[in-house]
């Protein structure tokens, strides 16, 4: 019961995706629309300053990536499956990074080791997503903690691309370990399990394998480890067979 009410709530979630996809369109649209405008009125009246610049045209950048986002929640929602390219593994972890920074990482010191170059067949935004829900997830485990600190990294180990975020969060019982491979659940309090559904699925469609790996005193340490890709080649998401998460 415990389970099929998790598929249950999956799917609801699943529903209400879609339709929260569908519905934020028009509204992104006109933040684009309202940013263009302001910005083509600074020009023609010259009553503009660098900072708020600065902040308009980071507004520009967040709303198209949330159009991004969107975009890509509708096609699966209408089962589009966009061919799989070789993408930098890198240069998406490092947008999540910018992204992390500068809204969660106030009072958490970041760790980078960041491979240049680490290619893999994908897709970059939602390698991104993954990255940064599991920074996200990271943080939040060591909020509470003295001198907390969350790191990031990407290399190319043993014939694979391996993408690592760990922290130094209290170490987590049985229990809660097991839930970090459950469907829907989620180990916080007032958590839906989403950030880590999303990782796990992004895992499943890339044939990636997600492991968690607890450290001795304390801390968590996840691995999304998938093929390297080498070449040019174009692969189909069909052409991709899923390894079994563990």
């Known amino acids: 019961r415990e389970r099929l009410s998790r598929l249950e709530r999956s799917?609801?979630?699943?529903?209400l995706s879609s339709m929260i996809a569908h519905e934020l369109k028009q509204p992104i649209g006109s933040i684009l629309n309202y940013v263009s405008g302001l910005q083509d009125y600074w020009r023609k009246t010259g009553v503009h300053d660098e900072t708020s610049c600065m902040a308009l045209d980071r507004t520009r950048e967040e709303a198209e990536r949330i159009c991004s986002i969107v975009d890509r929640?509708?096609?699966?929602?209408?089962?589009?499956?966009e061919p799989m390219r070789r993408v930098n593994l890198t240069e998406a972890a490092e947008r999540a990074v910018k992204t992390f920074s500068g809204n969660w990482n106030d009072c958490v010191s970041l760790r980078k080791h960041l491979e240049r170059d680490?290619?893999?067949?994908?897709?970059?935004?939602?390698?991104?997503?993954?990255?940064l829900n599991l920074l996200k997830n990271a943080a939040y485990a060591v909020h509470s903690c003295d001198q907390p600190w969350v790191s990031i990294r990407t290399e190319r180990k043993g014939g694979k691309a391996v993408l690592e975020v760990a922290d130094n969060g209290p170490k987590l019982d049985d229990e809660a370990f097991s839930k970090l491979k459950q469907i829907s659940d989620s180990v916080k309090v007032d958590g839906l399990g989403l950030g880590l559904a999303i990782v796990r699925d992004i895992a499943d469609r890339h044939g990636a394998e997600l492991v968690f790996k607890r450290g001795g005193d304390r801390g968590l340490t996840v691995q999304f480890i998938m093929d390297l890709g080498e070449g040019d080649e174009i692969a189909r998401n069909s052409d991709i067979v899923a390894n079994t998460l563990r």
Not at 11 to 15: D, E, K, M, R, V
């Open 11 to 15: 799917g609801a979630i699943s529903q």
């Open 73 to 81: 929640v509708r096609a699966y929602a209408k089962h589009k499956d």
């Open 118 to 131: 680490v290619f893999v067949l994908g897709h970059s935004l939602e390698l991104e997503l993954s990255a």
